[in-house]
């Protein structure tokens, strides 16, 4: 990927506005198709960060390294729906997010808002969750770039791929405030007891209400603050990159990784196991609860 440019133009105007998004929208389309299928998702003020997706089982080790004692993988991140990203920057892994979408095992969030998100689920809402979010001390101020392009790629995973109508995070109450500032609206908040070590918030944010609140908030303001047109910055080649790379991980891969959530696996419902092996049935599973 050329990069991922984050616009620096300040439109005045509605009309100049759209104008504006149109032809980036216009541009991105014809430069898809001058560069050809995309090859990788780089970005930062000398393109030295690069983002992609962990499809293997050295390279979701590599980003479980990256994860805090509070933040774990889950059975939810070997859906074939979900994506674990891992973030280089001059070729040291540097952060990580993953992404999954409701399903047969449900969501890391049901651990502490399981009422809320069953309300969402009885009115026919497709959920989708980031989590597992890890980023190195090294990073710095450049930390908060890294998250918002994270948070791009989860967006367009989320609403263009898989038609998701809610994207949710379960963050650090000290970390909320901050994912406010993507029009996220708080959903729970839980305090330590009951099996919780630690104050947690969930957030929710309507993936069909986003555009235009992005809009109405943020387009127009000057660099990365124009959060509407970061997100549409290059989008058809961001989205094509997607497509390209999110691929189901390799049988002995899969295996390898579901082994060290063996006990997990193997105490699921019957029914709720049966869906996972569904899932994957050219897989032989059985090996994962075998000993290795």
């Not at 933040?71 to 994506?83: I, K």
């Not at 049901?110 to 980023?135: M, N, P, S």
């Not at 989008?235 to 999110?246: I, S």
């Amino acid at each position: 990927m050329p990069s991922s440019r984050i616009s620096r133009r300040s439109a005045t105007g509605t009309g100049s506005r759209r104008v504006g998004a149109s032809l980036t929208r216009i541009l991105g389309a014809l430069e898809l198709q001058v560069a050809g299928s995309p090859t990788e998702y780089r970005f930062g003020r000398k393109g030295e960060l690069t983002i992609a997706v962990a499809d293997t089982l050295e390279t979701r080790k590599r980003a479980a390294a990256l994860l805090g004692t509070r933040s774990r993988h889950t059975l939810c991140d070997l859906l074939p729906s979900s994506t674990v990203f891992l973030v280089e920057r001059r070729g040291r892994d540097v952060a990580t997010a993953a992404v999954v979408m409701d399903g047969p095992l449900g969501l890391p969030a049901d651990a502490t808002a399981a009422a809320q998100l069953d309300g969402l689920r009885k009115k026919g809402r497709k959920l989708c969750e980031i989590h597992a979010v890890g980023l190195s001390k090294s990073l710095g101020f450049a930390g908060k770039d890294v998250l918002l392009h994270l948070f791009r790629l989860a967006h367009l995973c989320a609403r263009k791929i898989e038609n998701a109508t809610d994207l949710l995070v379960a963050t650090p109450t000290r970390h909320a405030g901050y994912s406010k500032r993507f029009a996220m609206q708080l959903m729970l908040l839980t305090a330590p007891g009951a099996g919780i070590t630690a104050s947690s918030a969930v957030l929710r944010l309507d993936l069909k209400e986003a555009e235009l609140e992005y809009y109405c908030r943020y387009a127009g303001l000057p660099g990365d603050r124009d959060l509407h047109n970061f997100m549409h910055d290059d989008e058809l080649y961001a989205l094509a990159w997607l497509k390209k790379h999110r691929l189901p991980l390799a049988e002995d891969d899969l295996i390898a990784l579901l082994a060290e959530h063996r006990e997990e696996f193997a105490g699921l419902p019957v029914a709720r196991r049966h869906a996972f092996e569904d899932l994957y049935l050219a897989y032989d599973l059985n090996q994962a609860l075998e000993d290795r």
